[in-house]
């Protein structure tokens, strides 16, 4: 798919399956319809030219590394009935500068936005009890971070290599 830039998914499809678009590096948006519940794992990794993507209302599941190493992208917000983030879904996104985590979000899994050097904020949830290992591992623009009252598990390396972090509260 070296040369598909642009992508309309109808309302009628309700998954994204695995490795979809994985590699469509010309691939600069995504439209996805509202009939659409799942991506699932790699759906859209190495997607480094994408730079904006909608989100549908009706998605309940990300599944791991669905936008790994998508390097132009810059902002995400996660649909309202995802409760939790799993591995790698944004990791390496190096272009991602905000991110709208939703409440009712309970886990951000291991690497989940590993390596997102310019993301610069983040409001983890008050319904989040767990961040994994390196979950933000490689974030150097994060300057500070408010880890919730209700978080009783906090994995190796979260926040490894967060160069600009100087405040976790």
């Keep these: 798919c070296e040369n598909l830039t642009t992508v309309n998914i109808p309302s009628t499809v309700s998954v994204i399956n695995f490795h979809t678009f994985e590699y469509c590096l010309s691939l600069t948006n995504?439209?996805?319809?509202?009939g659409v519940f799942y991506i699932t794992s790699f759906a859209f990794d190495h997607c480094e030219s994408l730079?904006?993507?909608s989100?549908?209302?009706g998605i309940t599941k990300i599944d791991?590394?669905?936008?790994?190493?998508?390097?132009s992208l810059k902002s995400i917000v996660i649909p309202d009935g995802v409760y939790y983030i799993p591995s790698g879904t944004f990791r390496a996104c190096e272009s991602l500068?905000?991110?709208?985590?939703?409440?009712?979000?309970q886990r951000i899994d291991n690497e989940a936005f590993a390596y997102?050097?310019?993301l610069k904020s983040v409001k983890i949830p008050s319904t989040v009890t767990s961040i994994g290992?390196?979950?933000?591992t490689g974030c150097s623009s994060i300057k500070s971070i408010a880890i919730p009252s209700g978080v009783t598990s906090i994995g190796i390396c979260t926040f490894e290599n967060c160069s600009s972090l100087t405040s976790v509260t």
């Design 30 to 34: 995504v439209t996805i319809g509202e």
């Design 51 to 53: 730079e904006g993507i």
């Design 55 to 57: 989100l549908p209302s």
């Design 64 to 71: 791991m590394y669905a936008f790994n190493h998508c390097t």
């Design 97 to 105: 500068e905000s991110v709208t985590i939703p409440e009712g979000v």
């Design 116 to 118: 997102c050097a310019k």
């Design 133 to 136: 290992d390196e979950a933000f």
